[in-house]
């Protein structure tokens, strides 16, 4: 078989200052987007079309020729065409023999076939160079220049010339280059923008279950009940009340699920003796998701915040005071100034405050931009030791708040404790059990476990 010199064009053109012809087959709205925005970055571009004509939409600059005519000029080709139109490329297999085609397609649904649409392509023209890339950056993204939320692009394929080819016009383009690895991987990467916030769907989920289930707990306990015993209406309390009490429990109790999985993670290892077995399943997912956890708690503890310094312009609490006020001056009498009290009000906020701080220290440094410029060991210190003391700070805070009225029977309505006092389970218990791992004995066993060593390695040297 002779060979067509566009074959041949190397695959090494990013040698030169010079960027190299880049042909796209099809003319939508994305493959136009695409060239508009290849054309900016100084690429020649070449749609390859059933009609060979200049349209109004094309891009100014861009040519248009017949797929044949378009794929010889080119030695990297974009595939802008849905997968059930790929059947039309058959014709073109030895035009596009050695080239480096780029598969940019996705489904409508997950998993919509067995076989990715990359993989169906390097198939279908075997003599191809088939890479995934671009599917998960939206044709407006593209043309209005608005790509800061979605910059990172997977890339994928078998031949590491023609990735490393793709993930350059990438960075040409200003954007990130993700390298998945083989095209194992594009099922994946074809399943990724499909999916409406994949690692969110358990914190989230979490939250609203929580949210319903102590929303109906506070309004049995404060609305429903003093309704039915001393015939007051309180409803007025769902709107700020009960969401008062609701937003610190859920904070609290995120954040003490935060660090929930690191402690069992610990027991898992403590007792099998390596870290070389892999978690249940469950325990994985959950801590692949204690960021997404964490910054779910960071908002309920701004709510808390927000409603609290709301508190003095309500008209029930204006009332209140103004009433008391009252009283003591139709009474002549005066409350005297309870010191202790004083200290326990003055260090439940002060408690607070600090708490929020690192609170909201522990979501700056999960961001990326923040992240990335720091240390495994810097951001491990804050994650770890800033947000255990954290967790302290706040389990302390509501601690201090609730005082001693765990003591009273009032606190008891119908049988039912206060909200913080169920908030306090999951933190306390994570507390403790992490104070026993901190103790030598045990503590010492684990560090040598993570970092290598078995109590019964499967093989002896």
């Known amino acids: ?17 010079k960027k190299e012809t880049v042909c796209i087959f099809g003319t939508g709205d994305f493959g136009r987007a695409l060239a508009y925005k290849m054309i900016q970055s100084g690429y020649s571009v070449v749609f390859g079309s059933r009609q060979a004509q200049i349209s109004s939409l094309i891009p100014k ?20 065409i849905p997968r059930q139109h790929y059947n039309f490329l058959l014709p073109l297999a030895e035009v596009l023999h050695g080239k480096v085609l780029v598969d940019v397609s996705n489904n409508l649904k997950l998993n919509q076939y067995s076989q990715s649409n990359a993989e169906y392509l390097a198939q279908l023209i ?18 209005s220049g608005t790509l800061d939320a979605s910059r990172q692009v997977f890339v994928c394929g078998d031949d590491k010339k023609a990735k490393q080819m793709v993930m350059d016009i990438v960075r040409a383009l200003g954007l990130t280059p993700l390298d998945q690895g083989s095209l194992l991987a594009a099922q994946e990467i074809e399943n990724y923008p499909l999916q409406l916030f994949p690692m969110w769907k358990f914190p989230i989920f979490l939250s609203l279950g929580l949210t319903a289930f102590f929303f109906f707990y506070c309004l049995i306990r404060d609305v429903i009940y003093p309704y039915v015993n001393e015939k007051k209406d309180l409803s007025f309390f769902i709107a700020i009340s009960i969401a008062n009490r609701i937003c610190p429990v859920l904070a ?16 898992i290892q403590l007792y099998r003796g390596t870290k070389y077995s892999r978690f249940p399943d469950w325990l994985d997912k959950w ?5 997404q956890l964490g910054l779910v708690a960071l908002a309920f503890a701004f709510l808390h915040v927000l409603y609290t310094l709301i508190i003095p312009i309500r008209y029930y609490v204006r009332w209140r005071i103004n009433s008391r006020v009252i009283s003591q001056v139709l009474n002549n009498r005066t409350d005297p100034f309870d010191n202790t009290s004083a200290w326990l009000s003055d260090s439940y906020l002060a408690l607070g405050i600090l708490g929020f701080f690192l609170f909201v220290l522990l979501g700056i440094t999960s961001l990326p931009s923040v992240s990335n410029s720091v240390n495994w060991r810097e951001f491990r210190f804050v994650q770890s030791k800033l947000g255990y003391l954290t967790l302290i700070l706040c389990t302390a805070h509501t ?25 306090l389970i999951v933190p306390c218990t994570v507390l403790v059990v992490k104070f026993v791992l901190v103790f030598p004995c045990l503590d010492k ?8 060593w078995e109590r019964n390695p499967r093989y002896s040297e």
């Open 287 to 291: 801590m692949l998701c204690r960021k």
């Open 252 to 267: 609290l109790i995120l954040l003490a699920l935060v660090y929930l999985p690191g402690v069992l993670a610990a027991i």
């Open 61 to 80: 600059g861009a040519e248009v020729l017949s797929h044949t005519e378009a794929a010889q000029k080119a030695a990297i080709v974009i595939i802008a």
């Open 1 to 17: 078989m002779n060979s067509n010199p566009s074959n041949v064009m190397a695959l090494t053109s990013t040698a030169s200052n």
């Open 445 to 452: 066993p684990l560090t040598r476990i993570r970092q290598g």
């Open 126 to 143: 075997p003599g191809a160079k088939v890479v995934k890339a671009f599917n998960t950056v939206s044709a407006w993204a593209l043309q």
């Open 399 to 423: 601690l201090v708040y609730g005082g001693k009225r765990f003591l009273y029977a009032s606190s008891y309505r119908w049988y039912l404790p206060n909200a913080y006092m169920l908030s």
